[in-house]
C-alpha cells in the first residue's frame, strides 16, 4: 500500500532556530515529490521534487530528495512566527490524472 | 493568473440533509480537478477527481458524489448526509504534466 510517513508530528522551535523535517515515502509509479505549507485553511505549494539530491530553495525554505533511500526533508532556517503551519509531505503516484498521496503534516510552532 | 474558488466557506447541516458544494477555476482550460476531504487529525483523502467534463473518478466508496457539468466547474453532492461526513473540504486543480495542485480556501462541513 502506498503511503507517506512524516516525522515528527509537531515540533516547537523559537524564533531564529532551524528545523529538519522529514518525510519517507512508498509510492508505486512515483513521480514527484511534493511540500505543501497549509496555515489556516487550503495547502499553499512550496516545492517539486522529482530528481535525487538537487536541492530546491526559497528564501529560508529548502528541500531535497534521495529517490534511492525513499526520502525527502525540508529545512527552514532563522524561523520566524510566521512559519507556523502544518507542513505536508505528498508522493505523486503519476498517471495522466497526477493523484497525490498525503502524509498526515508535521505541526511547526514557532515561539517568539 | 489563476483563482479558484470554493464555497460556502462553513456549512451547519443535520444528518440526513442533503449538500451541495461548488469549485469553479478561472484563468485555466481543461485543468483536472479533485475534491479531498481532511478529517480531524488526519491527512487529505482524494475523494473524486476529473480529467474533463462529464468525466468523474471515484477514489473511495462513500455517501458522496461529484459532477462536472462545465469546464471549470466542480461539485460536490450527497443526497443524505452523515455524521462521518464532517471534515474539512478541500477543492484543487492541476495541469497532467506536472504533479502540482493547487488547492481553494475549503469549505468546513459539520453535520449535527
Known amino acids: 500500500e502506498d503511503k507517506v510517513v512524516q516525522s515528527p508530528l509537531s515540533l516547537v522551535v523559537h524564533e531564529g532556530d532551524t528545523v529538519t523535517l522529514n518525510c519517507s515515502y512508498e509510492?508505486?509509479?512515483?513521480?514527484?515529490l511534493l511540500w505543501y505549507k497549509q496555515e489556516k485553511k487550503a495547502p499553499t505549494f512550496l516545492f517539486m521534487l522529482?530528481?535525487?539530491?538537487i536541492e530546491k530553495k526559497s528564501g529560508r525554505l529548502s528541500s531535497i530528495l534521495d529517490k534511492k533511500e525513499l526520502f525527502s526533508i525540508l529545512n527552514i532556517t532563522a524561523t520566524q512566527t510566521g512559519d507556523s503551519a502544518v507542513y505536508l509531505c505528498?508522493?505523486?503516484?503519476?498517471?495522466?490524472?497526477?493523484?497525490?498521496?498525503f502524509g498526515k503534516g508535521t505541526k511547526l510552532s514557532v515561539k517568539p | 493568473s489563476q483563482t479558484i474558488h470554493q464555497w460556502p466557506a462553513t456549512l451547519v447541516q443535520p444528518v440526513g440533509s442533503p449538500l451541495s458544494l461548488e469549485c469553479t477555476v478561472e484563468?485555466?482550460?481543461?485543468?483536472?480537478l479533485y475534491w479531498y476531504r481532511q478529517a480531524a487529525g488526519r491527512g487529505l483523502q482524494l475523494l473524486f477527481y476529473?480529467?474533463?467534463?462529464?468525466?468523474i473518478s471515484s477514489e473511495v466508496p462513500q455517501n458522496l458524489s461529484a459532477s462536472r457539468p462545465q469546464d471549470r466547474q466542480f461539485i460536490l453532492s450527497s443526497k443524505k448526509l452523515l455524521l462521518s461526513d464532517s471534515g474539512f473540504y478541500l477543492c484543487?486543480?492541476?495541469?497532467?504534466?506536472?504533479?502540482?495542485?493547487?488547492f481553494g480556501p475549503g469549505t468546513r462541513l459539520t453535520v449535527t
Open positions: 484543487a486543480w492541476g495541469m497532467s504534466s506536472s504533479g502540482e495542485q493547487y
Open positions: 476529473s480529467v474533463g467534463i462529464g468525466q
Open positions: 505528498v508522493g505523486n503516484y503519476g498517471g495522466s490524472q497526477g493523484n497525490l498521496i
Open positions: 484563468g485555466t482550460s481543461n485543468p483536472n
Open positions: 509510492v508505486t509509479n512515483f513521480r514527484s
Open positions: 522529482t530528481s535525487s539530491g
